[in-house]
């Protein structure tokens, strides 16, 4: 079974707390400001985004190691979508991107360099 | 009919509610349900197939001027992104999974009447009723809330197949190419502006799309004929199918939706449309190729290494490959 090690799981978590706390910032000073936009879009752009990352974090281990990986990815371009609303759109029509990666890395690296990576991120 | 005139205020915390509402809801009624995946699947499935055509019928009804959204956050061609998914939640996988036993039209029902029936012309500017509205609320609850809420229904229960996997194509379809082609516009520029292509374009174009939906539907078929199962792999076949278009080629859907994508892109004249194909591609790459090691491998290890080393994934073969010839028998005495 396969799981991202504590460390992992720690730092993304703060990645997604520190996004999720600036855009809530950037959503208080534009609502001060008058503009409303921010506060529309916050449960789509961030809550939502910010909750499938905690379920992906929180789900049990999986049985092979691209598993681990493809949620491993799934959850930074999650954390990407929170912190760069600019671009938010297109990370989410390129999600399917993330999981070629895995696939790549997986089985076209070579292995002296994929196994390092894997040990660092996977327990 | 209720006549209220909701400040701006509220009508900012109605829009966190119809979206974070079905969002709490369904995570919470998930967990309880988290033990038993086929009704989780079956919510899950509700939803896709809810997107789709929420998007699809919501079109339909903002073109014929039954009803049109205000403001500009998060709008996708005139629909708010937000109460779109909040929508696909509710009538969904949250009305299934609260209400398991009560027929789907009886659930539906009240809702259509009382809540729409009593508030829908009062919610301005957050939406603003046209006339004939009502009508355009039945036929969303017809064609997208009433099947999402059968297709979870089924799904749970393991019943019938061919409507869940006709459901689940007709979902497919309208996500994969009037959704996703939507966003893609919304992202990059362009619009369904059929009306401004040549009329040749067009008149060409309909039977080549309508070729390529034929291979994706005909796989669809020989998955529910053949594997007693559905084309998505978390609602499997239990059988491996090689047979009908399987014996041609590998991914007979993805190259479906390839072909759909590239003639789709060519008749709107729009190239980030016909790119979606190379997405499919990724797809297969990535996800696919995935799947095929840690689940097909796993549960045909014979079959599928033999059916994979003779059928290609992408171009299909010239002649079907049939491992065993089938064997026709005629025996006088038992006629």
């Known amino acids: 079974m396969f799981r991202l090690r504590k460390s992992i799981k720690l730092a993304l978590a703060l990645a997604i707390a520190s996004g999720v706390a600036v855009r809530l910032a950037t959503m208080v000073t534009a609502l001060a400001e008058g503009d409303p936009d921010h506060l529309l879009a916050f449960p789509l752009a961030v809550i939502f985004p910010a909750i499938l990352a905690?379920?992906?974090?929180?789900?049990?281990?999986?049985?092979?190691?691209?598993?681990?990986?493809m949620r491993l990815g799934t959850i930074i371009q999650l954390a990407l979508i929170i912190l760069l609303p600019p671009v938010a759109l297109y990370l989410a029509l390129g999600l399917p991107v993330v999981f070629l990666v895995v696939e790549l890395f997986e089985t076209r690296l070579p292995r002296a360099l994929r196994e390092p990576v894997v040990r660092a991120v996977l327990a | 009919m209720i006549d209220i005139d909701l400040p701006h205020e509220w009508l900012w915390a109605l829009r966190w509610a119809l979206f974070l509402g079905p969002l709490a809801a369904v995570l919470v009624l998930g967990a309880r349900h988290r033990h038993e995946p086929r009704v989780i699947v079956g919510g899950l499935f509700a939803f896709l197939y809810g997107f789709a055509m929420i998007f699809a019928t919501h079109q339909l009804a903002i073109a014929a001027g039954w009803w049109r959204y205000g403001g500009d956050v998060l709008m996708v061609m005139g629909l708010p992104a937000d109460?779109?998914?909040?929508?696909?939640?509710?009538?969904?996988?949250?009305?299934?999974?609260?209400?398991?036993?009560?027929?789907?039209?009886?659930?539906?029902l009240p809702i259509i009447l009382g809540l729409h029936g009593m508030v829908f012309s009062s919610l301005d500017p957050l939406v603003m009723a046209g006339p004939f509205w009502f009508a355009g609320v039945v036929l969303v609850f017809l064609v997208a809330h009433l099947p999402a809420i059968h297709l979870a229904r089924w799904t749970a229960r393991g019943e019938h197949l061919a409507w869940r996997a006709a459901l689940l194509a007709l979902g497919y379809g309208f996500l994969a190419f009037y959704v996703l082609p939507s966003v893609i516009m919304l992202a990059m520029g362009g619009s369904w502006n059929i009306g401004a292509q040549p009329a040749w374009l067009i008149l060409t174009g309909l039977p080549v799309l309508g070729t390529c939906f034929v291979i994706g539907l005909s796989a669809v078929q020989m998955f529910v004929v053949h594997g007693e199962g559905t084309p998505i792999p978390l609602d499997p076949t239990k059988r491996l199918v090689r047979s009908g278009v399987f014996a041609y080629l590998v991914n007979p859907m993805q190259l479906s939706s390839a072909l759909s994508w590239i003639v789709i892109g060519v008749m709107i004249g729009n190239i980030w449309v016909a790119s979606a194909a190379v997405m499919a591609w990724v797809f297969v790459a990535g996800m696919v190729r995935w799947h095929h090691r840690h689940d097909l491998l796993q549960r045909f290890p014979e079959g599928w290494p033999t059916y994979r080393a003779n059928v290609p994934e992408w171009f299909p073969r010239w002649k079907p490959w049939v491992p065993q010839a089938a064997r026709l028998v005629f025996d006088p005495e038992h006629t």
């Open chain 1, 54 to 69: 905690g379920l992906l974090l929180a789900m049990p281990a999986t049985r092979s190691r691209e598993g681990a990986l």
């Open chain 2, 83 to 108: 109460i779109w998914i909040g929508g696909a939640i509710l009538f969904g996988p949250v009305l299934a999974f609260l209400f398991p036993t009560i027929r789907p039209l009886y659930l539906v």
